[in-house]
């Protein structure tokens, strides 16, 4: 188990940005795929964003294209999420789980360890 603990959410309006945090226990982080959902209520759970072990590859669902951006900091055992031109749509609790496999983990059942999530509320 790889506790897995997410910051940064909040409320903001919308056309703003939030970034939020994902921080891991343990010295195998770096081994591990990363990624971000999100689940708005009444909706089942969204894929946002992954990213490989390296860092060296990104995706992005089409609705956050050019807007959200992954990163991570292996150094830290930290994942972020930077979102940009927040819309009203974003709102969700957001998820950052994880897995030790290569490459970019898309599926939610690719993932073995999920955290708490974080709020994230944009009004308009």
């Known amino acids: 188990q790889v506790p897995l603990v997410e910051s940064g959410g909040g409320l903001v309006q919308a056309g703003r940005s939030l970034r939020l945090s994902c921080a891991a226990s343990?010295?195998?982080?770096?081994?591990?795929?990363m990624g971000w959902f999100r689940q708005a209520p009444g909706k089942e759970r969204e894929r946002v964003a992954a990213?490989?072990?390296?860092?060296?590859?990104?995706y992005y669902a089409d609705s956050v294209k050019g807007r959200f951006t992954i990163s991570r900091d292996n150094a830290k055992n930290t994942v972020y999420l930077q979102m940009n031109s927040l819309k009203p749509e974003s709102t969700a609790v957001y998820f950052c789980?994880?897995?030790?496999?290569?490459?970019?983990?898309?599926?939610?059942?690719?993932?073995?360890?999920w955290g708490q999530g974080t709020q994230v509320a944009v009004s308009s």
């Open positions: 343990g010295r195998t982080f770096r081994s591990y795929a």
């Open positions: 990213i490989s072990w390296s860092g060296g590859s990104t």
């Open positions: 789980p994880g897995n030790i496999r290569a490459g970019l983990l898309r599926a939610h059942n690719d993932y073995a360890y």
